[in-house]
DNA sequence: CATGAATGAGCATTCATTCAT
DNA sequence: AATGAATGAATGCTCATTCAT
């Protein structure tokens, strides 16, 4: 008779991945207003008090959310970083891989973005390492020759601005989907903006 | 018998006046969240009930905020693109006119990108007639063959992003401040991206 | 047709009347546990929300129950003071009085007395002045050598503990309940202890 | 097999003890509000679960702190009770012996002043013992005709309020600090309000 | 036209208590 | 004995909106 149930000592990590899921969940059907503390636990299928275990407070459910979602992205991406590819293909990729991640977590980075006011300050040093990362790539690149000489943080962005605003537009401006994959196109404008 | 009140024929713009300056004062200094009907009305010197007899709703006055701002604006632009100058500094100085109205009116406008979901369709409209007049302008260039051949829309989403990210980048992400005016380097950026 | 509606103008006072005597009925009853912002406004009968209106918070509309009692308290204590009777005498008043207010709302007494800590500055100010008006009477008595000398604050403490202690003895220590009046006693007590 | 448990015969008594200890811990610190099953048992080093295998209820938790307190302290004055001390000195040395207690645990008594409602009956007995002894006290020395002729439990309830108001206005309402020790000037006090 | 008191559902958060392990 | 995740009702408070005057 094996035990299905958890023992005792081990702590079910569902109800953490549950609430973040959750999180994610409303947020990208309903924007950030229908992702309260009440309908997030709704959602995960627990109480408000169960919330405030795991979290100190929204917002620090906010910051894993994040955290994961970027972390996860900048593994990949440092990665990359590392392949020494030539400069638009390794552009190219990253933008591809922004969208894998941005794609299934919209409004997560669109919270992020454009209310970064009302973020605590550990939410703020994800946001950056986001940012360093990319810095890091374009100097790299820079060294190399291979692209503008401009100031890093300015491509960043400008980078940050095509690769973020396109989405929108296609969601909510008229813009037609996709289709064989904006990613080319995208890039094509990126690279012209700041490659060499 | 001397009255005091305003004449017949004198119509009292002025609530609504009050109501939309308070608004947009208001969200400018501490955000959206600083811009309760509450303080709108105190800010604007009436009470509720008043703000409630000339808009159907807090919604309706932020449908007449960002109308007006992005109106005036687009008249503005509409000079601008029967002026016939050469696509480049037309680009510029469309740039340069955006970050006129953009500045004074930051958080009207990160309202907008923010929570448009949630904006009623006069809204949305009001937003998109925004981009149309890029579109047009775009298409005009085009035809001149002053710019690159690309979707309009995406040219729109471009010249968006970048215009928009630049800003918040500088204001929150430890970009410099824009000293004399960035406005040239992202004017380069945007033209490399979409010129010709 | 008299109308018996209030005009439009004119606050209705009964709100704020209702919310200060529910608060006193409710602490009277079953201590202040009992007065929740909840039990307060549905004693009252009207909703949260309607509190918030007239008071900033919970703690502000204590500070009108407090201020209230203590006022009118006051004001007939101040009359006491310059009414120039024989110092015994005019401690049995002062007693007497005490208890007249004291009878009618003794959990918002004990609050205060009791909890202070957690109590706003102006809360603590109307908790002094109350003090200050005894200190004024003892001051005067011994300047007239008619009671002890001694610190007239620790008189203060001398006189509040045995007027505020015996109460609560009656209530829930077992002592007989006042009969003919304890008051007699308690003055003589009082007398005693600070008199000359 | 070298076993790091305790031995089998060792009674295991630090879990009661770590709680009752916490408890008052915190109280002391940061008043009541700062007493929460959740910092109770974090101070005690064990978890809530383990609280309430050994006691019913929080409240039941008290019962024993106070107890324990008073208990103790019903000791020392049963010693002082049987010393048959002159009255004064005898009063004195009682007040001296309350504030010992009093001062280490001014948050444990003070949570019984300010809530002895809803408080169990077995809390209200330990409170009512700390009465009976004083009471007992007065009884004997009116016996030897060496205090005034008064019902012992006003005896009481002067006493007592003389003995908690004086260290309560001194810590907030800003009479002067005990120096040497107020203890005089209070036994003086109630000397002469009860004393023969 | 304007008032402003009242609504009532909503918010994030805390708490003593329970119970499967 | 002890664990600690989960409960669920309660807390003080805010907000856009309504309506009798």
Request: no cysteine; charged share 25%; net charge neutral.
């Given at each position: 008779m094996a035990s299905t149930a958890p023992k005792p000592g081990t702590p079910k990590r569902d109800t953490k991945e549950e609430l973040v899921n959750a999180t994610i969940k409303?947020?990208?059907?309903?924007g950030m207003e229908a992702a309260s503390v009440r309908s997030i636990?709704?959602?995960?299928?627990?109480?408000?008090?169960?919330?405030?275990?795991?979290?100190?407070?929204?917002?620090?459910l906010w910051v894993?959310?994040?955290?994961?979602?970027?972390?996860a992205m900048a593994e990949d991406k440092a990665v990359l970083l590392d392949a020494d590819l030539p400069a638009r293909e390794c552009l190219g990729e990253?933008?591809?891989?922004?969208?894998?991640?941005?794609?299934?977590?919209?409004?997560?980075?669109?919270?992020v973005l454009l209310a970064p006011r009302s973020l605590s300050e550990s939410l703020g040093e994800v946001y950056e390492r986001q940012g360093r990362l990319?810095?890091?790539?374009?100097?790299?690149?820079?060294?190399?020759?291979?692209?503008?000489?401009?100031d890093p943080k300015l491509a960043l962005a400008v980078f940050?601005?095509?690769?973020?605003?396109?989405?929108?537009l296609v969601n909510?401006?008229?813009?037609?989907?996709?289709?064989?994959?904006?990613?080319?196109?995208?890039?094509?404008?990126?690279?012209?903006?700041?490659?060499?």
């Open positions: 409303l947020a990208s059907r309903g636990t709704r959602e995960a299928g627990v109480t408000e008090g169960a919330l405030y275990r795991h979290y100190r407070s929204k917002e620090q894993e959310v994040y955290t994961r979602i970027v972390g990253w933008i591809r891989l922004t969208y894998a991640y941005y794609d299934g977590n919209r409004d997560a980075f669109n919270y990319f810095v890091e790539l374009f100097t790299r690149l820079a060294a190399r020759g291979e692209v503008r000489e401009m940050g601005g095509i690769v973020l605003a396109v989405p929108r909510e401006g008229g813009l037609e989907p996709p289709a064989s994959g904006y990613t080319e196109e995208i890039t094509d404008a990126v690279w012209r903006a700041i490659g060499n």
